[in-house]
């Protein structure tokens, strides 16, 4: 799950929160803060993908997406969705 958020400074961060099963139990846990430069999709998608693989996660182990419902991240035709099926 991530949602985009400005500071009172107006810079622009990027909340990221994994849910999955660990020993049968769902876990929910915040894995940190992407700072973004730019807003754009192609943007976001390179910085969480590289936040990802930083992590140690596999991109490819991916299974849902949750977001606030924003054009730039949900878009099927550019989106940060759109980028993470290609």
């Given at each position: 799950?991530?949602?985009?958020?400005?500071?009172?400074?107006?810079?622009?961060?990027?909340?990221?929160?994994?849910?999955?099963?660990?020993?049968?139990?769902?876990?929910?846990?915040?894995?940190g803060?992407i700072?973004?430069?730019?807003?754009?999709?192609e943007?976001?998608?390179?910085?969480?993908k590289?936040?990802?693989?930083?992590?140690?996660?596999?991109?490819?182990?991916?299974?849902?997406?949750?977001?606030?419902?924003?054009?730039?991240?949900i878009?099927?035709?550019?989106?940060?969705?759109?980028?993470?099926?290609?």
């Amino acid at each position: 799950m991530i949602d985009e958020t400005n500071s009172i400074t107006d810079e622009k961060h990027l909340a990221v929160v994994s849910r999955h099963i660990s020993h049968n139990v769902p876990v929910t846990r915040y894995l940190g803060m992407i700072n973004l430069d730019e807003l754009t999709a192609e943007a976001i998608a390179f910085d969480l993908k590289s936040f990802i693989i930083a992590k140690g996660l596999k991109v490819e182990n991916l299974l849902h997406f949750g977001s606030d419902g924003a054009a730039t991240l949900i878009g099927t035709k550019t989106g940060v969705v759109k980028r993470f099926e290609d």
